[in-house]
């Protein structure tokens, strides 16, 4: 991987550690069934396993491991908030959406098995999201479980990640300004990666007002990694991508780069991965993986 | 309504009691946003206001009622489960899925609008659903919420409502047997029918094991309901249906009415209705409502 030698060696573990993780989980909780499902499992496994950068994960288990929690249970979490990542990536890249043909490296789940197929295998890893964490062999505390949902499901619906899908699409015939950019990327993105945080900080059983700091550390991140996102659409490599590049300024959408420029658009990034580490000022090198993941937000390459 | 000639009034009462209970429900938790979510917004609304039988959430409340749950309670929690119906209906009715125009007398939420806009008002009605039941202003006992989110999470996904839709699609270029049309729809249908039930009992706080006949009589009704459906697919009235007919004959698709023919079809179902019916002797006149649902099941006409 290009980013091998680049990446601190302390992230650079524990993205393959999680990488790991999540593939070997994700193998274990989606068994292939002997009837006639078969094609949905397959699809589920295909877009689950083996691909992705496993940010939410990372973030979780990371926030996670601050207070202690065992690995185990904070990776069981991570399958949930990646199998809502999944599933929204599986049916954006549908014909009627963004309409992609690659993702991570191979063809979108609607061309490898057919839109039907993709529509059911989101839906299904979607209501699986929300299967394991209220699953009482998951977690045993029901007030945890019920707190996991709340926050993973505000997170994705209409006043988060589906919300900011919609806007994202209403902004292709519009003009919207900085702030309204803003608005659309924190829901689009920044929900599921502030309720990774979040979901980290419940099951190290954090009260709601001790969890200010890394709220603020998500935030930051989370418009961080969009501003990047875009950096790399407007500048990346296809290759390393592997997906297809150009396309904001192919349909004339304004992102941070076209209403920043490129220049300040860095230099705007930079400052909020600065204003993130501040923000886990409390905390000693237990949160170096954090610290390091803020940085690596905006220099990776893919 | 055709049917209040023939419906016995207590049942005809709750049907319209729920159904104005639902349609006030969405339209308080639902409300306009100010931005360029409107949209989205807007599709939830057409589709989950002023339509639908409202069987499910009929189901629920009447089971709640059962062991003296509040009403405002169980209105909230069937909210959820008819969320997670009405999601499975627009984008079952998606070009790339059933491909269907109509929906309860009106166009289909991807012509009203857009293929994108109904595919993300699905994924929103999803996340909506286990956002109502695990906030905790729906409910405070946070074991409550969380065993109403593994119910339901559980019944609408691979191993539920999601699978089944999966077995129908691959149904049509198959032929099936009997006992794998009867799974096919216990996944499809019969498992969200089934958790209306179960999620009535979990909020009456009655303990897994006390559950046994609930879930015997949601099992009947819901082959029933399938065979009815069947039956009306086979020989109903489109007008009265508000949406297509004879799909399953132009498929091909094998259904109880093609194995069995359309009269020991019936019989079977009587046969279930009856046997649903025998499940709720522990009770008396308190379940009437559930035992003339059982009835209506298959002497409805849409």
Do not use: W
Not at 123 to 132: T, W, Y
Not at 196 to 224: K, T
Not at 260 to 280: F, Y
């Amino acid at each position: 991987m290009a980013e091998a030698a680049i990446m601190p060696d302390l992230l650079g573990a524990a993205l393959r550690r999680i990488a790991a993780d999540v593939d070997a989980g994700f193998d274990a909780m989606l068994p292939m069934p002997q009837d006639a499902r078969a094609r949905l499992v397959e699809a589920m496994r295909y877009a689950t396993i083996g691909g992705g950068k496993r940010l939410r994960p990372l973030l979780l288990t990371a926030t996670a491991e601050l207070y202690g929690v065992g690995r185990e249970l904070a990776v069981r979490a991570s399958l949930a908030i990646e199998a809502i990542h999944v599933y929204s990536l599986i049916h954006d890249d549908l014909p009627c959406m963004d309409d992609d043909a690659m993702r991570h490296g191979k063809p979108t789940v609607h061309l490898a098995f057919d839109e039907a197929t993709a529509v059911l295998a989101g839906d299904a890893l979607h209501a699986f999201a929300f299967e394991v964490l209220s699953d009482p062999a998951t977690i045993g505390d029901p007030f945890t479980r019920a707190e996991l949902v709340f926050a993973l499901g505000t997170a994705s619906g209409m006043n988060g990640m589906a919300g900011g899908q919609m806007m994202d699409i209403v902004a292709e015939g519009q003009t919207f300004d900085l702030q309204t950019v803003t608005r659309l990327q924190q829901l689009k993105t920044g929900a599921l990666l502030g309720a990774a945080v979040e979901m980290g900080a419940i099951l190290g059983r954090l009260s709601p007002e001790g969890r200010g700091h890394l709220r603020g550390y998500a935030r930051d991140i989370g418009l961080a990694f969009q501003i990047a996102d875009d950096l790399l659409d407007h500048e990346g490599d296809e290759a390393v991508a592997g997906k297809a590049l150009r396309k904001d300024d192919a349909q004339g959408k304004q992102t941070f780069v076209s209403l920043l420029g490129p220049e300040r658009a860095r230099a705007q990034a930079e400052m909020l991965v600065e204003q993130a580490i501040n923000h886990l000022g409390q905390h000693g090198e237990e949160a170096d993986l954090l610290r390091a993941l803020a940085r690596y937000i905006l220099e990776r390459d893919h």
